[in-house]
T-cell receptor
């Protein structure tokens, strides 16, 4: 079983709609959680860290459920520029900063 | 400023060549990383440097040789690579290795002929 699992998609989303997707992690010692976005042939860019209480950044909302070991990302009012692959990233305690990546969820926003 | 720079952007090399990839950050971060990313796959960790010392080598073949000359610079020396080593090589940095956010450079797209 992979340490971090994501639905690869693609999620085809009409412009202006809301899309949400999850990421599950297997290691209960996971301490830090992030969502990165990656455009085709570009580097991953930090979208947001995910905090225990959940957090929002504009149209993006991230949630953490430690009991069920998953994090989620919700995108409201989708824009064409939101089309990207969203990488779920988890860091476990004492891992020397080693990121555990999910395989990524592809989102395609259509006009 | 959360900028990590990498040079060159693109590199084409033969299997007998020796080349180096360079990475620089001026955020005062003490942890720096090399990743390799193949198409449609997530990045794979290669090396971790913490306070200029190598702390993790993810069983990377010796044809890849990292070097950290100072706290701002990270190099990856390449020698006798194979075509299957063609990939996007990403550098990242973070404040420390203790779960801090990692910031990625734009990467070097390497093609080995």
């Amino acid at each position: 079983r992979k340490e971090v699992e994501q639905d690869p998609g693609p999620f085809n989303v009409p412009e202006g709609a809301t899309v949400a997707f999850n990421c599950t992690y297997s290691n209960s010692a996971s301490q830090s959680f992030f969502w990165y976005r990656q455009d085709c042939r570009k580097e991953p860019k930090l979208l947001m860290s995910v905090y225990s209480s959940g957090n929002e950044d504009g149209r993006f909302t991230a949630q953490l459920n430690r009991a069920s070991q998953y994090i989620s990302l919700l995108i409201r009012d989708s824009k064409l520029s939101d089309s990207a692959t969203y990488l779920c990233v988890v860091i476990t305690t004492d891992s020397w900063g080693k990121l555990q990546f999910g395989a990524g969820t592809q989102v395609v926003v259509t006009p | 400023d959360t900028e990590v720079t990498q040079t060159p952007k693109h590199l084409v090399m033969g299997m007998t060549n020796k080349k180096s990839l360079k990475c620089e950050q001026h955020m005062g971060h003490r942890a720096m990383y090399w990743y390799k990313q193949k198409a449609k796959k997530p990045p794979e960790l290669m090396f971790v440097y913490s306070y200029e010392k190598l702390s993790i080598n993810e069983s990377v073949p010796s044809r890849f040789s990292p070097e950290c000359p100072n706290s701002s610079l990270l190099n990856l020396h390449l020698h006798a690579l194979q075509p299957e080593d063609s990939a996007l090589y990403l550098c990242a940095s973070s404040q420390e290795t203790s779960g801090d956010t990692q910031y990625f450079g734009p990467g070097t797209r390497l093609t080995v002929l």
